[in-house]
């Protein structure tokens, strides 16, 4: 197994074969480091370590923000690249939903490697939010896909945009303090 030592100073952790003379996070020596015994096993570390799930909800939340910026661009200067813009808009209200459902996926993963169950109340606020985040996409599909373009039409969809985004964000927040959790479970 690995060998994994600590940062006393700011709680980094990293194999000691890759430490170097100062502490990568905070700058410290290495002489501030301790030897760190996880407390769940190496193949789980790694498929935490992956963070599949943030980095998947950053496309969909990447995704929203570009329908969100070009639909303002859209209706401050309606004539400046309309037919690109609109397409774009488009193409990317096409591949949101797919984004989103990728997200939630690796969550349910992510929390099932972590915690062991998807249940608890934070995990079902976040599926709850995750589920509202993928209905709005799927609005948004709908809307841009079967309705003509208009000014009318361009403000739903900034609204819908800033609602997507909204819920994809309060679930990055809820998420950002679990990143650091686990189940201390060996296997
Ligand atoms: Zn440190």
Same mark, same amino acid.
């Given at each position: 197994?690995?060998? =994994?030592? @600590?940062?006393?100073?700011?709680?980094?952790?990293?194999?000691?074969?890759? =430490?170097?003379?100062?502490?990568?996070?905070?700058?410290?020596?290495?002489?501030?480091?301790?030897?760190?015994?996880p407390l769940v096993s190496e193949?789980r570390r790694?498929?935490m370590?992956?963070?599949?799930?943030?980095?998947? #909800?950053?496309?969909?939340? *990447?995704?929203? #923000?570009?329908?969100?910026? /070009?639909?303002?661009?859209?209706?401050?200067?309606? &004539? +400046?690249?309309?037919?690109?813009?609109?397409?774009?808009?488009? $193409?990317?209200? +096409?591949?949101?939903?797919?984004? $989103?459902? %990728?997200?939630? =996926?690796?969550?349910?993963?992510?929390?099932?490697?972590?915690?062991?169950?998807? &249940? &608890?109340? @934070?995990?079902?606020?976040?599926?709850? +939010?995750?589920?509202?985040? %993928? $209905?709005?996409?799927?609005?948004?599909?709908?809307? &841009?896909?079967?309705?003509?373009?208009?000014?009318? #039409? /361009?403000?739903?969809? /900034?609204?819908?945009? %800033?609602?997507?985004?909204?819920?994809?964000?309060?679930?990055?927040? %809820? *998420?950002?303090? =679990?990143?650091?959790?686990r189940v201390p479970n060996g296997?």
């Open positions: 197994m690995t060998k =994994l030592v @600590r940062c006393k100073n700011c709680n980094f952790v990293i194999e000691e074969g890759k =430490l170097g003379e100062v502490c990568p996070a905070c700058g410290v020596p290495r002489s501030a480091f301790e030897e760190f015994t193949k790694k498929l370590e992956l963070n599949s799930h943030p980095i998947i #909800l950053h496309f969909a939340l *990447g995704f929203i #923000l570009f329908i969100l910026l /070009l639909t303002v661009i859209s209706l401050i200067f309606p &004539t +400046f690249y309309a037919t690109e813009i609109y397409a774009t808009i488009k $193409v990317l209200s +096409f591949t949101l939903p797919f984004a $989103v459902i %990728l997200a939630m =996926l690796t969550g349910i993963f992510d929390a099932n490697t972590r915690f062991k169950k998807i &249940t &608890t109340p @934070r995990l079902k606020k976040k599926i709850i +939010f995750g589920s509202a985040f %993928l $209905v709005d996409s799927f609005i948004l599909l709908f809307v &841009t896909y079967f309705i003509p373009k208009s000014t009318v #039409l /361009l403000i739903v969809v /900034l609204i819908l945009s %800033l609602i997507g985004e909204m819920f994809g964000g309060i679930n990055g927040f %809820l *998420g950002s303090s =679990l990143m650091c959790s296997t």
